[in-house]
């Protein structure tokens, strides 16, 4: 009987309300959790009149009290039974730190147009490449995925449509690839910051800056936390098309062999493909040979491993971050795979009362290694060979097939994919960096301090080609022989390496002081940079099978390219910024910034920027009588910048290339090298300039849980380089210079919401963001046109750019009916299923004068996201959307026509063409019935011209999917474990698009020169869906 009473005597019951220390009134839903010293032991929520009543244990110390928009507040239990207590509001949001530049600000004094994401936040994404993490999160941050082939970082980004951003990280400059390669595991935050404000960066901050913040250590009072976290993953392509099995090739390459449109009348050809070779494949005694499953695998592994260690003290603070990522890739070989390792160490130390220092480290070691070749070859080798070519002679897995016969020249794909055959591309990337930072308290002046700093980064890219040459076999039935076939010949070796060394040193002093309400966070700081670089790469023929260098002949070898260059800038930067109150805010910051690009005499400017902010909120009239706003600030910012990414490294300086493969003379028999001239100095060049406008909003309502803001924002660039197209005399010798001649305008606008919420013990949050932006050419240099037509259509000045030009496409013909009461001709041999253009300038005649804006080229005009989030009692459940609007595509050869290439194979969409219900039928008999497809008839012109030739990419992904549980205190802590997570993460799950067979991402072709985008993009390595698991463990 003791027992019980005893275990009885060990509980009682605390009761109390909970009230808004504003208001006054009763908060409903506020949890409240009773904690142990070793965790949490239960947890209820107030009742709608801010009522609760808990029963806790006598080992229970404190009470916490938690509401969406209010403050935690811990209450010691004591020997309480009665706890009532009133919830201030939460200014942890507002209060949070924002990287914007060489110094820090909150985001309720901020004053510029910068968008903040924490790494929490971008770690929901599982990915290999941290850009992709970015997806769809920050307002006008752009990103398009072009590949996820293993060491593929080629991701695209931009903010609001400017090109490649400036990446700093913790102070530095760096650029994309280092930022691509990092781990989300050490990022603390990253920073966007959009408008004139990255004036303070100068001459690379023409596009925008992005701050990526790494993690550091934190005062523990000498504990440490040490984290350890891995995932598995499955990676499957996303809408990759297959090809035709034996039957509907057959089909196909007799529909097309039957027909002879170059008159208006039919000829029936005996089919390439008789009767009696269809038969083995229908009756099952031959079956299709599948090459894209011999080729490549359905699923591929993925995984990351990290370790961090987290820890300090008063003394000294420290982080220790250790990644490691395997990512394998499709190919059946096993031949194509990437590893990564990642390490970071922030160790910031307390020397003296007023001296303390920071020593950063990282480092990025990558290998890729594939089978000798380019990928784009692999996938079209693969979609073009025939179904009814074996993978191996004879069926013999001894000898593989490569008999030109079945596969019309082309290489066999299963071999071209073995390194054991081809050989191999080993690519080594080794990047390493370090930091020294003192920060000095000046004695005397409270809040003037002095910092200095160095960084020494090194990079050293190495690449290893071996392109063996490897045998394919030919069998001979009569015979019962196998004829080898030799291809590849000679084998080669190539080796280059790249050696890049950047330094940077700042000097500067820092004033943060505050006089009663008057607030300042000023800084003067000198910076100086130097880059240097060193590249060199080899070519060998081998006359044995050896994959080194020094073991070919000494008859073809020589230098493939290499070269060597240096650049470096000087700069003074400055910030006044002042507030009052956090009330009104001002900021003037500056750059006197030197390039080593320019002439003497043009290398320096002087860059500004001014931006200003009011927290109308913070009125009393606004207090008084508008409660359920709580935050409204208005911001104007506006900045000029300039640009030297443009220009040469020594562009005032008459130079030579040395070209000694192409270029020279011939003596002794052999070609010898030789020179060609670079262009004429400009005495005259310089930066572009650049002027950036922005308007900003930000709202909060119903106690912050509703947040909002607007951007509208314009950039002009003026003096962009272009070189005149004045005729000079060919006796000069030489080109003419780079100018600054052109100018643009960049405009658009930002919308992002974010609630947050919950009821009683569920929390939840929905956000969203659309950004749209579009670009104008201002001045332009153009050739003067010859008439009306010709201004109107090849002008650009006065323009958007990227403006795609064709013929509108009317629809299909859909009987010989439409087809003769067309008005307008449509060519000879029409028939039902062509597309008929239409007449767009009304002249009775289909020609090049009808071609006018039909959609847009590049990146997409309209970029949106949309963020959910859950959680409940340890589970949470985070969805992230992503889109783009405004976005159009065009394919050319395989994607477009069925059997392009003759004889190779084709892709299974086209059999949904139209063709007679009779296969024998004259197709122009009117009386013929036809059963309609998507394609017109094979053989006539299936190109997709016009309208019809542009496909629109616009698309809804989900982007992330995680689900998480969180293991219970109470249940890990007795084995020394401070948090335990579970998870299981998905990416690119789900697609929404009009977009027919591809995935929307996939580069199409090229038009009119589109940056960044090449002639065979539409055969990369295709993205990728992802199916991870995984665990976290803090101890």
Same mark, same amino acid.
């Given at each position: 009987?003791?027992?019980?009473?005893?275990?009885?005597?060990?509980?009682?019951?605390?009761?109390?309300?909970?009230?808004?220390?504003?208001?006054?009134?009763?908060?409903?839903?506020?949890?409240?959790?009773?904690?142990?010293?070793?965790?949490?032991?239960?947890?209820?929520?107030?009742?709608?009149?801010?009522?609760?009543?808990?029963?806790?244990?006598?080992?229970?110390?404190?009470?916490?009290?938690?509401?969406?928009?209010?403050?935690?507040?811990?209450?010691?239990?004591?020997?309480?039974?009665?706890?009532?207590?009133?919830?201030?509001?939460?200014?942890?949001?507002?209060?949070?730190?924002?990287?914007?530049?060489?110094?820090?600000?909150?985001?309720?004094?901020?004053?510029?147009?910068?968008?903040?994401?924490?790494?929490?936040?971008?770690?929901?994404?599982?990915?290999?490449?941290?850009?992709?993490?970015?997806?769809?999160?920050?307002?006008?941050?752009?990103?398009?995925?072009?590949?996820?082939?293993? $060491?593929?970082?080629?991701?695209?980004?931009?903010?609001?449509?400017?090109?490649?951003?400036?990446?700093?990280?913790?102070?530095?400059?760096?650029?994309?690839?280092?930022?691509?390669?990092?781990?989300?595991?050490?990022?603390?935050?990253?920073?966007?910051?959009?408008?004139?404000?990255?004036?303070?960066?100068?001459?690379?901050?023409?596009? +925008?800056?992005?701050?990526?913040?790494?993690?550091?250590?934190?005062?523990?009072?000498?504990?440490?936390?040490?984290?350890?976290?891995?995932?598995?993953?499955?990676?499957?392509?996303?809408?990759?098309?297959?090809?035709?099995?034996?039957?509907?090739?057959?089909? =196909?390459?007799?529909?097309?062999?039957?027909?002879?449109?170059?008159?208006?009348?039919?000829?029936?050809?005996?089919?390439?493909?008789?009767?009696?070779?269809?038969?083995?494949?229908?009756?099952?005694?031959?079956?299709?040979?599948?090459?894209?499953?011999?080729?490549?695998? #359905?699923?591929?592994?993925?995984?990351?491993?990290?370790?961090?260690?987290?820890?300090?003290?008063?003394?000294?603070?420290?982080?220790?971050?250790?990644?490691?990522? @395997?990512?394998?890739?499709?190919?059946?070989?096993?031949?194509?795979?990437?590893?990564?390792?990642?390490?970071?160490?922030?160790?910031?130390?307390?020397?003296?009362?007023?001296?303390?220092?920071?020593?950063?480290?990282?480092?990025?070691?990558?290998?890729?290694?594939?089978?000798?070749?380019?990928?784009?070859?692999?996938? #079209?080798?693969?979609?073009?060979?025939?179904?009814?070519?074996?993978?191996?002679?004879?069926?013999?897995?001894?000898?593989?097939?490569?008999?030109?016969?079945?596969?019309?020249?082309?290489?066999?794909?299963?071999?071209?994919?073995?390194?054991?055959?081809?050989?191999?591309?080993?690519?080594?990337?080794?990047?390493?960096?370090?930091?020294?930072?003192?920060?000095?308290?000046?004695?005397?002046?409270?809040?003037?301090?002095?910092?200095?700093?160095?960084?020494?980064?090194?990079?050293?890219?190495?690449?290893?080609?071996?392109?063996?040459?490897?045998?394919?076999?030919?069998?001979?039935?009569?015979?019962?022989?196998?004829?080898?076939?030799?291809?590849?010949?000679?084998?080669?070796?190539?080796?280059?390496?790249?050696?890049?060394?950047?330094?940077?040193?700042?000097?500067?002093?820092?004033?943060?002081?505050?006089?009663?309400?008057?607030?300042?966070?000023?800084?003067?700081?000198?910076?100086?940079?130097?880059?240097?670089?060193?590249?060199?790469?080899?070519?060998?023929?081998?006359?044995?099978?050896?994959?080194?260098?020094?073991?070919?002949?000494?008859?073809?070898?020589?230098?493939?390219?290499?070269?060597?260059?240096?650049?470096?800038?000087?700069?003074?930067?400055?910030?006044?910024?002042?507030?009052?109150?956090?009330?009104?805010?001002?900021?003037?910051?500056?750059?006197?910034?030197?390039?080593?690009?320019?002439?003497?005499?043009?290398?320096?400017?002087?860059?500004?920027?001014?931006?200003?902010?009011?927290?109308?909120?913070?009125?009393?009239?606004? @207090?008084?009588?508008?409660?359920?706003?709580?935050?409204?600030?208005?911001?104007?910012?506006?900045?000029?910048?300039?640009?030297?990414?443009?220009?040469?490294?020594?562009?005032?300086?008459?130079?030579?290339?040395?070209?000694?493969?192409?270029?020279?003379?011939?003596?002794?028999?052999?070609?010898?090298?030789?020179?060609?001239?670079?262009?004429?100095?400009?005495?005259?060049?310089?930066?572009?300039?650049?002027?950036?406008?922005?308007?900003?909003?930000?709202?909060?309502?119903?106690?912050?849980?509703?947040?909002?803001?607007?951007?509208?924002?314009?950039?002009?660039?003026?003096? =962009?380089?272009?070189?005149?197209?004045?005729?000079?005399?060919?006796?000069?010798?030489?080109?003419?210079?780079?100018?600054?001649?052109?100018?643009?305008?960049?405009?658009?606008?930002?919308?992002?919401?974010?609630?947050?919420?919950?009821?009683?013990?569920?929390?939840?949050?929905?956000?969203?963001?659309?950004?749209?932006?579009?670009?104008?050419?201002?001045?332009?240099?153009?050739?003067?046109?010859?008439?009306?037509?010709?201004?109107?259509?090849?002008?650009?000045?006065?323009?958007?750019?990227?403006?795609?030009?064709?013929?509108?496409?009317?629809?299909?013909?859909?009987?010989?009916?439409?087809?003769?009461?067309?008005?307008?001709?449509?060519?000879?041999?029409?028939?039902?299923?062509?597309?008929?253009?239409?007449?767009?300038?009304?002249?009775?005649?289909?020609?090049?004068?009808?071609?006018?804006?039909?959609?847009?080229? +590049?990146?997409?005009?309209?970029?949106?996201?949309?963020?959910?989030?859950?959680?409940?009692?340890?589970?949470?459940?985070? =969805?992230?959307?992503?889109?783009?609007?405004?976005?159009?595509?065009?394919?050319?050869?395989?994607?477009?026509?069925?059997?392009?290439? $003759?004889?190779?194979?084709?892709?299974?969409?086209?059999?949904?063409?139209?063709?007679?219900?009779?296969?024998?039928?004259?197709?122009?008999?009117?009386?013929?019935?036809?059963?309609?497809?998507?394609?017109?008839?094979?053989?006539?012109?299936?190109?997709?011209?016009?309208?019809?030739?542009?496909?629109?990419?616009?698309?809804?992904?989900?982007?992330?999917?995680?689900?998480?549980?969180?293991?219970?205190?109470?249940?890990?802590?007795?084995?020394?474990?401070?948090?335990?997570?579970?998870?299981?993460?998905?990416?690119?799950?789900?697609?929404?698009?009009?977009?027919?067979?591809?995935?929307?991402?996939?580069?199409?072709?090229?038009?009119?020169?589109?940056?960044?985008? $090449?002639?065979?993009?539409?055969?990369?390595?295709?993205?990728? #869906?992802?199916?991870?698991?995984?665990?976290?463990?803090?101890?």
């Amino acid at each position: 009987m003791l027992a019980p009473l005893y275990g009885l005597a060990q509980t009682r019951t605390i009761q109390g309300r909970v009230t808004d220390a504003q208001t006054g009134e009763a908060l409903a839903g506020v949890s409240v959790t009773a904690n142990t010293a070793t965790g949490q032991e239960r947890a209820t929520s107030t009742d709608d009149e801010g009522a609760y009543r808990i029963e806790v244990s006598a080992e229970a110390t404190t009470l916490v009290f938690q509401y969406v928009g209010k403050a935690t507040l811990t209450e010691q239990i004591g020997s309480r039974t009665s706890i009532t207590v009133q919830l201030e509001d939460d200014a942890s949001e507002l209060d949070e730190v924002i990287v914007t530049g060489y110094a820090t600000t909150t985001k309720a004094t901020l004053t510029g147009a910068v968008s903040s994401i924490s790494g929490q936040d971008m770690v929901r994404t599982k990915n290999e490449n941290v850009v992709n993490m970015l997806t769809g999160k920050v307002p006008g941050l752009r990103v398009q995925q072009r590949s996820s082939a293993p $060491g593929d970082y080629s991701t695209r980004l931009d903010i609001r449509g400017m090109g490649d951003p400036l990446v700093v990280v913790d102070g530095i400059p760096r650029d994309k690839d280092y930022f691509s390669r990092m781990s989300g595991d050490e990022i603390e935050s990253v920073s966007v910051l959009k408008d004139g404000t990255a004036a303070i960066y100068g001459l690379r901050a023409a596009n +925008g800056v992005i701050l990526v913040t790494t993690k550091s250590g934190g005062d523990m009072g000498g504990k440490v936390d040490i984290t350890f976290s891995t995932n598995t993953s499955l990676q499957q392509f996303l809408n990759v098309p297959e090809t035709t099995n034996a039957i509907d090739y057959f089909t =196909l390459r007799n529909e097309r062999n039957w027909q002879d449109f170059g008159g208006n009348y039919m000829v029936r050809r005996n089919p390439l493909v008789p009767e009696e070779q269809f038969q083995p494949y229908l009756d099952g005694t031959l079956t299709s040979y599948d090459w894209m499953d011999k080729v490549f695998k #359905k699923t591929t592994p993925q995984s990351q491993h990290n370790l961090s260690v987290n820890g300090g003290s008063d003394k000294i603070r420290y982080f220790f971050n250790l990644g490691y990522s @395997k990512q394998s890739g499709s190919y059946r070989s096993d031949d194509y795979n990437s590893d990564r390792w990642n390490m970071r160490s922030n160790i910031d130390a307390q020397i003296t009362k007023r001296l303390k220092a920071r020593v950063s480290l990282g480092g990025i070691m990558l290998n890729t290694t594939k089978p000798n070749g380019v990928d784009w070859t692999a996938y #079209k080798n693969t979609w073009l060979t025939r179904p009814n070519a074996p993978f191996y002679a004879n069926d013999n897995p001894q000898y593989p097939n490569g008999d030109p016969q079945v596969l019309n020249e082309s290489v066999n794909p299963m071999v071209q994919t073995d390194a054991d055959y081809v050989g191999y591309n080993l690519n080594k990337d080794r990047r390493f960096n370090g930091t020294f930072q003192l920060e000095y308290q000046i004695p005397g002046v409270d809040g003037l301090s002095a910092k200095g700093s160095y960084d020494y980064a090194v990079s050293l890219p190495d690449y290893h080609n071996y392109h063996r040459v490897f045998t394919v076999y030919q069998y001979n039935r009569d015979s019962d022989t196998y004829s080898p076939i030799q291809k590849g010949t000679p084998a080669t070796v190539t080796r280059g390496v790249n050696i890049n060394n950047n330094t940077n040193m700042q000097l500067g002093l820092f004033y943060n002081k505050s006089f009663g309400l008057h607030n300042f966070n000023n800084f003067l700081l000198y910076e100086e940079t130097y880059s240097n670089w060193d590249s060199f790469s080899a070519f060998r023929e081998m006359h044995v099978d050896s994959e080194y260098l020094f073991a070919g002949a000494d008859a073809n070898q020589r230098a493939q390219g290499g070269g060597v260059g240096d650049r470096s800038s000087k700069s003074m930067v400055g910030q006044i910024d002042y507030n009052y109150a956090s009330k009104y805010m001002f900021a003037f910051k500056f750059r006197y910034d030197g390039s080593s690009r320019f002439p003497e005499g043009k290398r320096f400017g002087f860059f500004p920027s001014v931006s200003g902010a009011w927290r109308v909120s913070q009125e009393n009239f606004m @207090k008084d009588n508008v409660d359920f706003v709580n935050e409204l600030k208005i911001r104007a910012s506006y900045g000029e910048m300039g640009d030297d990414n443009a220009a040469g490294n020594y562009p005032p300086t008459l130079g030579y290339n040395l070209d000694p493969n192409a270029v020279g003379w011939v003596f002794g028999g052999g070609l010898q090298g030789g020179v060609t001239t670079q262009p004429i100095p400009n005495p005259n060049l310089t930066w572009y300039h650049i002027k950036s406008y922005n308007v900003g909003l930000d709202v909060g309502f119903l106690q912050n849980k509703l947040n909002a803001t607007l951007d509208v924002f314009q950039r002009d660039r003026s003096g =962009l380089l272009a070189t005149s197209g004045a005729v000079i005399p060919a006796t000069v010798g030489a080109n003419l210079p780079q100018e600054n001649l052109n100018g643009d305008r960049n405009f658009g606008y930002e919308v992002s919401l974010d609630y947050r919420s919950r009821v009683n013990e569920f929390y939840y949050n929905v956000g969203g963001q659309i950004s749209a932006t579009r670009i104008k050419r201002t001045d332009w240099l153009e050739t003067p046109a010859n008439n009306s037509y010709d201004y109107w259509r090849n002008r650009t000045a006065g323009r958007y750019t990227n403006i795609w030009w064709g013929t509108e496409s009317g629809g299909m013909f859909t009987n010989y009916e439409d087809i003769r009461n067309f008005s307008v001709p449509q060519g000879q041999g029409a028939l039902p299923g062509d597309w008929y253009l239409n007449d767009w300038n009304e002249d009775g005649v289909i020609n090049d004068q009808d071609n006018h804006p039909i959609a847009s080229i +590049g990146l997409p005009l309209f970029n949106y996201g949309l963020s959910l989030g859950a959680s409940w009692r340890g589970i949470d459940l985070a =969805l992230d959307f992503q889109g783009v609007h405004g976005v159009f595509v065009k394919y050319n050869e395989l994607l477009v026509e069925a059997l392009p290439f $003759g004889e190779q194979n084709t892709l299974s969409f086209f059999m949904d063409r139209w063709r007679p219900v009779d296969p024998n039928a004259d197709y122009f008999d009117a009386s013929t019935e036809w059963i309609p497809g998507f394609f017109p008839v094979t053989g006539h012109d299936g190109r997709r011209t016009g309208t019809n030739g542009i496909q629109n990419a616009a698309y809804i992904r989900l982007k992330t999917t995680e689900l998480g549980y969180t293991l219970p205190d109470r249940w890990v802590s007795k084995a020394g474990v401070k948090n335990l997570r579970i998870y299981f993460s998905g990416y690119n799950l789900l697609t929404f698009t009009g977009l027919d067979h591809m995935d929307p991402e996939r580069p199409g072709q090229r038009i009119n020169n589109e940056p960044g985008v $090449g002639d065979v993009d539409l055969y990369n390595y295709p993205n990728n #869906k992802t199916y991870t698991f995984g665990a976290s463990i803090k101890f």
